[in-house]
């Protein structure tokens, strides 16, 4: 079983839909985070967690939402797509503490917003 | 703050033959590098890094960087490249006095290993 597990692998909705992509890990990481791969752009950073009561805006959060269930898992939720949200959605963990980070990254979620 | 620029957006070769993905960094600071790989339906996974010490960095599947911070570059290389080694390469740069380091990827290379 995959260690950073993505539920659901794609996703089609209709502009103005509420979407929620999940994220459940089983590395014990503590940190998580929410990065969209568009072509050309690389990945972008829209939020982090260190802990269940520590959520950070990273450098794109308009448009989205998170929420830190538990350390194991962590949501991100579009409360009104719009088709310019239509891109590949990875979650990722690090263990934290000091030092660099890794990332372990999840296989990604491809949503498409008509 | 950081910035990562990969200019090549798609480098074709033959199997067998050496290749070399650039990467080059912009910080005030200094900072740590890393290269990230996707295969294809997958997720990222890491390839390697430099924290400090030795410039010359190796990493898994045979592949190796250089630091050279003269030139604020960290190209990717490897000597004789495989079918497998067709992915996305994402350089990525994190600067070293943060608490929070946070990594700054860049556009991605892709990489297209012919027979």
């Known amino acids: 079983d995959a260690d950073v597990t993505q539920t659901p692998r794609n996703r089609i909705t209709k502009t103005g839909k509420r979407i929620m992509l999940e994220c459940s890990q089983t590395?014990?990481?503590?940190?998580m985070y929410w990065y969209r791969q568009d072509p050309g752009l690389g990945l972008r950073l829209i939020y982090y967690?260190?802990?269940?009561?520590?959520?950070n805006k990273g450098e794109i959060s308009d448009g989205y939402s998170v929420s830190r269930q538990a350390q194991a898992k962590f949501s991100l939720s579009l409360e009104s797509a719009i088709p310019n949200q239509t891109a590949l959605y990875f979650c990722?963990?690090?263990?934290?503490?000091?030092?660099?980070?890794?990332?372990?990254f999840g296989s990604g979620t491809q949503l498409s917003v008509l | 703050a950081q910035s990562v620029t990969q200019l090549d957006s798609q480098v074709p070769v033959f199997e067998e033959a050496p290749v070399e993905l650039r990467c080059n960094y912009s910080?005030?600071?200094?900072?740590?590098l890393f290269w990230y790989v996707q295969y294809p339906n997958q997720g990222l996974q890491l390839l390697l890094k430099?924290?400090?010490?030795?410039?010359l960095v190796k990493g898994i599947n045979g592949f190796e960087a250089e630091f050279n911070k003269s030139q604020t570059s960290f190209h990717l290389r490897k000597p004789s490249v495989h079918i497998s080694d067709t992915a996305e390469y994402f350089c990525?740069?994190?600067?070293?006095?943060?608490?929070?380091?946070?990594?700054?990827f860049g556009t991605g290379t892709r990489l297209l290993v012919s027979p």
């Open positions: 990722a963990t690090s263990p934290g503490g000091t030092g660099v980070e890794k990332l372990f």
């Open positions: 590395k014990g990481h503590d940190r």
């Open positions: 430099y924290l400090s010490g030795s410039t």
């Open positions: 910080s005030s600071v200094s900072v740590y």
């Open positions: 967690s260190f802990d269940v009561k520590d959520i």
């Open positions: 990525a740069v994190s600067e070293t006095n943060t608490g929070f380091q946070k990594l700054v």
